[in-house]
């Protein structure tokens, strides 16, 4: 008898083993899967907060004054009171030198600086003017820059920045998380 019970124990024993191997699996599965469509959805947020930038035109005004076109190529809009934290850099030969050189230009929409640069207007599908969350021009102080959307922006620079416009004149933008685009002109 005493074999027939060690019997029935191991048995109930190996039941008792399987069962909890197939709770333990059932619940990592479980978890697995959870993680997995946390993880699609991420990035499923991130493609849609996608931030993308791309400079349409560079146009030199004078040796002092250049405007730009930038379209917001991605499909984030861009708040107005990040521009301070965009960096816009000027690539150019200075007058009377030979060599090329990188001027970091700050946002300065009232244009209370030698340097800076601003926005003169923004157009949608290349009519003035935006439907969603406006920019209210000239102060720029609520607003965003929406997907589709193309800024006009003018950058001055000081008369010890101007450049020798025979060279090529190369603008740099970088929104505030890091994007970046580059175009030059003449």
Not at 32 to 55: A, P, Q
Not at 89 to 106: A, D, E, K, Q
Request: hydrophobic share 40%.
């Amino acid at each position: 008898m005493g074999s027939f019970g060690t019997l029935i124990a191991t048995g109930i024993l190996v039941i008792i083993i399987v069962m909890v191997l197939g709770q333990w699996s059932y619940m990592m599965q479980t978890g697995i899967r959870m993680y997995n469509e946390g993880l699609e959805t991420f990035k499923h947020r991130i493609s849609l907060e996608k931030t993308d930038i791309r400079v349409l035109d560079v146009t030199p005004q004078s040796n002092t004054t250049i405007y730009v076109k930038i379209k917001n190529v991605g499909s984030y809009p861009i708040p107005i009171a990040q521009f301070d934290m965009s960096e816009v850099f000027v690539i150019g030969t200075l007058v009377n030198h030979t060599c090329p050189t990188v001027v970091r230009v700050p946002f300065d929409q009232l244009s209370i600086r030698d340097e800076g640069w601003r926005v003169l207007s923004v157009s949608t599908n290349g009519v003035v003017g935006e439907v969603l969350n406006p920019i209210n021009l000239p102060y720029a102080s609520s607003g965003k820059w929406d997907p589709s959307e193309e800024l006009f922006i003018i950058i001055s620079l000081s008369n010890e920045h101007a450049l020798n416009l025979t060279y090529p004149v190369n603008i740099v933008f970088v929104t505030p998380n890091g994007v970046s685009t580059a175009e030059g002109g003449f």
